[in-house]
């Protein structure tokens, strides 16, 4: 995507970048992570055949509520925007790629929940595996279809090269290891901003940096929470598994090395510049980029017994837990944290 939809439109459907991702985790936790684990009940755990019962009724009523869902979005976001013919859009640098590792983040979630539920259906393995990263793929093209006929953004190649690694990213590993040594994960936190008053360019109105970051981002922790570009961080973390690092020293196999993301001072796609009530505003702060370096957790290989936990366990899965980190930024700049979420 190449600009942040509406507030109404993130409540409505949860779908856009990286709220697409949020909206995704949820059902990733709720439909698939803690049922799994409440082995009492059998009707959550995979069919071991093709089940028609399962497949047919999921089969359609996720075309239904797919359907549903994109007409309603034309409906709320698209019909207000200028149409026109189908075209490109460049995107790549906006939103200094953040929107980039959301896209991906959404789609390897997107495409881990539908194998999952294919699997519970009965398909095969591979089946699954092929649904789930045809699912992903198509529901995040979709939006690009949608995007590139109308005139202020375009379909952008970007987008779905991202939308590709990250769909591939899980479909690829589940094909050769049955397993997730590659996991996408991503940290956030609510960020406060200034009130500096700004001149705009007549000389005629003020406006504050955080006025600004409300428009954008929204005013409360929830929106903050699935939107705040200068707050979210995107992670891709290793898990190497158990190996020995001397005869009685071993790398336990929940633990990873984690490669992070993210970016400060952004105020607009591409500059911190913004028309606001037919007057120009220029908040002359640097944006730049960091990336990080840290340890993480794998949940699902802590050995616990209590279904509880291993639901809860599961349920963090997605969110890189805090650890000490090193950040190295675009300006040159070196700097260690404690902790950093």
């Known amino acids: 995507m190449h600009t942040h939809k509406s507030t109404i439109l993130s409540i409505y459907f949860s779908l856009s970048g990286h709220t697409t991702q949020a909206g995704i985790i949820l059902l990733y936790i709720f439909c698939v992570l803690i049922p799994k684990n409440l082995t009492a009940q059998s009707f959550f755990e995979p069919s071991d055949t093709f089940n028609g019962k399962r497949f047919y009724p999921v089969g359609i009523s996720g075309a239904v509520v797919s359907a ?101 990213t899980f479909a690829i590993q589940q094909l050769i290891w049955d397993k997730q040594w590659i996991q996408y994960k991503m940290s956030t936190r609510f960020r406060n901003y200034p009130d500096t008053r700004l001149i705009s360019a007549s000389g005629n109105a003020t406006d504050t940096p955080s006025r600004r970051a409300s428009d954008l981002y929204g005013k409360t922790y929830a929106d903050r929470f699935l939107k705040d570009y200068n707050a979210l961080n995107y992670w891709v973390s290793v898990f190497p598994g158990e190996i020995y690092i001397t005869e009685k020293i071993k790398w336990p196999e929940w633990l990873g090395i984690s490669v992070g993301h993210s970016a400060e001072n952004i105020y607009g796609a591409n500059s911190n510049s913004w028309n606001w009530q037919n007057e120009v505003y220029t908040f002359p702060v640097e944006r730049y980029r960091q990336y990080f370096l840290s340890l993480d957790i794998d949940w699902t290989k802590i050995p616990v017994k209590s279904p509880f936990l291993k639901s809860l366990f599961n349920a963090l899965q997605f969110v890189k837990i805090p650890f000490p980190t090193l950040e190295w930024t675009s300006q040159g700049r070196f700097r260690g944290h404690l902790l950093f979420f």
């Not at 906006?94 to 959404?106: A, L, V």
């Not at 190649?157 to 590709?164: G, H, L, M, R, S």
């Open 68 to 168: 549903g869902a994109f007409i309603a979005l034309d409906q709320v976001w698209y019909s207000q925007q200028p149409r026109g013919k189908f075209r490109l859009f460049n995107d790549w640098g906006e939103w200094e790629n953040k929107d980039k590792w959301g896209h991906s983040t959404s789609a390897y979630y997107e495409a881990a929940l539908v194998y999952q539920v294919a699997k519970w259906t009965g398909l095969s393995k591979n089946a699954s595996i092929w649904t789930g990263f045809g699912v992903a793929s198509a529901f995040q093209l979709t939006f690009e279809i949608m995007d590139g006929h109308v005139e202020t953004y375009g379909f952008s190649i970007p987008d779905v090269a991202f939308n590709t690694l990250g769909a591939g």
